[in-house]
């Protein structure tokens, strides 16, 4: 584990806990394990699946249960953004139906591992991802983030956003399977 690697893996982590939603996986503690010198995470346990295994398991969602996934998930991403973040990876896989122990069902978004805050709020994570680097899951990336623009804002999860919404009520995804890679999908 060096550079920015290290750098992501903790930027995750105060991404995540900086953003106060019920609807983002809540992170308690950061450190590195003075044993093995490996950097750790500690976060909520979640008990559920995630949309990605959800969408294998029974394809395409009933309307209203699709829509209540995505009004959650875009209620965590509307409250990231209040907090000047940007996730930039928003696809079923990040998006966790997690289960309380009272039994009600909560969406949680994960994985604000390429996530990019607003230079003006957090200017110390200048040069973690780049402008003109690519990062994320192609099939679900907003044409401005898939060309590496400049200046991508909150748009660009709500892009991401619509594309599982899409797949929750189609069962795949406009473009079909077979776009995997930025080359095919642009």
Known sequence: WQG??????????RASASIESEHIVEVYDTGT????????????????EDLEMIFELVGALRPTAACRVIAQA???????????????DV??????????????GVVKILDFG????????APQNQGLTRTGSIMATPAYMSPEQAQGARGIDGRTDVWSLSMCLYEALAGCLPWGPEVDTLGNLI
């Open 4 to 13: 920015d690697l290290v750098n992501r893996f903790f930027r995750e982590a």
């Open 33 to 48: 394990d003075p044993a093995t010198r490996l950097p750790f995470i500690l976060m909520e346990l979640l008990r559920g």
């Open 74 to 88: 875009a209620l965590g991403l509307a409250d990231a953004h209040y907090a000047g973040i940007i996730h930039r």
């Open 91 to 104: 696809k079923p896989a990040n998006i966790f139906l997690h289960t309380r122990p009272n039994g009600e």
């Open 114 to 121: 390429i996530a990019k805050q607003s230079l003006d709020l």
